[in-house]
């Protein structure tokens, strides 16, 4: 192990968090024979088949499994040191970043973000990947992704926080089709709903209705709140969205309003990897994003 290829380490770390020679490939800037290679002298050095392909892809072994951990610290301490040692220049860097955003994230902050980057970063690779709340702070920890934009909270030891802006949750719908008069909470509760799933990382308004014991009647439930214009145009729905995004979404006749009934505001922040921030790239792209989010 004195002698290990640090390049076999970075494969061997991609390959069990991607289960694929080709994105291990893409990722390593390299050719699939070379991950092919790579794979033989670490199964070689191992004594272990380490991968079996099967329907969902590189298949990790046991023995594969229990490496990866350490592995993985060690190759992220690694390089964490080796480049703590150097000195940054956005202007040549070449790497690339992996953000986990929203729909909503995207549409709203996206560009402001890519804008900033890219006026000190030139030549940065951006990767956004749809966030899956579930699994944010599985990503974080393993380093799948260099940050996360969510609105719900991550509490979890050697994980950085940063507020980069605060919401609230409004009511959209069709005037025209909805009718006229204030929202009451008699109306809200007769209407018909459209509800944007939990997994999207937006489920406050759905916990206090829960705890109130509202009932009402969800006729719709979608994945992601860009389609939403599309679906209440022309339809008597309701549905539940940040203001941040509803503002660009109320376009007659769609209207926005207020809720009938209280939830606190949420805050929007920006996740990473405490450790990861030894890293002069790492704590550039992260305070790069806060700068692009607070001067949008």
Not at 32 to 46: C, D, G, I, N, T
Not at 56 to 83: C, F
Request: aromatic letters at 8%.
């Amino acid at each position: 192990m004195a002698h290990v290829d640090l390049n076999l380490l970075r494969a061997f770390v991609l390959l069990f968090e991607t289960r694929s020679v080709t994105l291990t490939a893409d990722r390593l800037f390299v050719t699939q024979p070379s991950v092919s290679y790579a794979l033989s002298k670490l199964r070689e050095l191992f004594d272990d088949r380490l991968f079996v392909r099967s329907r969902q892809g590189m298949e990790p072994t046991m023995t594969a499994r229990q490496l990866y951990p350490s592995l993985r610290d060690a190759l992220r301490q690694l390089e964490a040191t080796i480049e703590s040692g150097r000195d940054f220049d956005p202007a040549s860097c070449q790497r690339r970043f992996r953000l986990a955003l929203t729909d909503l994230g995207e549409m709203s902050l996206l560009p402001a973000i890519l804008h900033r980057l890219h006026a000190q970063a030139p030549g940065l690779e951006l990767e956004v990947v749809p966030l899956e709340i579930a699994r944010a702070e599985e990503w974080l920890t393993s380093g799948t992704v260099n940050a996360v934009i969510c609105s719900r909270p991550i509490d979890t030891p050697g994980i950085e926080r940063r507020i980069i802006l605060k919401d609230r949750y409004v009511c959209l719908f069709d005037r025209t089709r909805f009718g006229d008069g204030k929202l009451t909470m008699e109306r809200f509760t007769a209407g018909r709903h459209a509800m944007v799933a939990s997994s999207s990382g937006h489920g406050l308004a759905e916990e206090v209705l829960n705890r109130l014991e509202v009932p009402r009647k969800i006729s719709l439930e979608v994945s992601h709140f860009s389609i939403l214009p599309r679906i209440l145009h022309g339809s008597d729905l309701l549905a539940i969205l940040p203001w941040q995004i509803t503002t660009a979404f109320a376009e007659a006749p769609l209207e926005w309003c207020e809720l009938p009934f209280a939830v606190p505001e949420f805050d929007v922040a920006l996740y990473w990897q405490a450790q990861a921030c030894r890293s002069p790239s790492q704590r550039w792209f992260c305070d790069t994003i806060i700068e692009a989010v607070a001067t949008a």
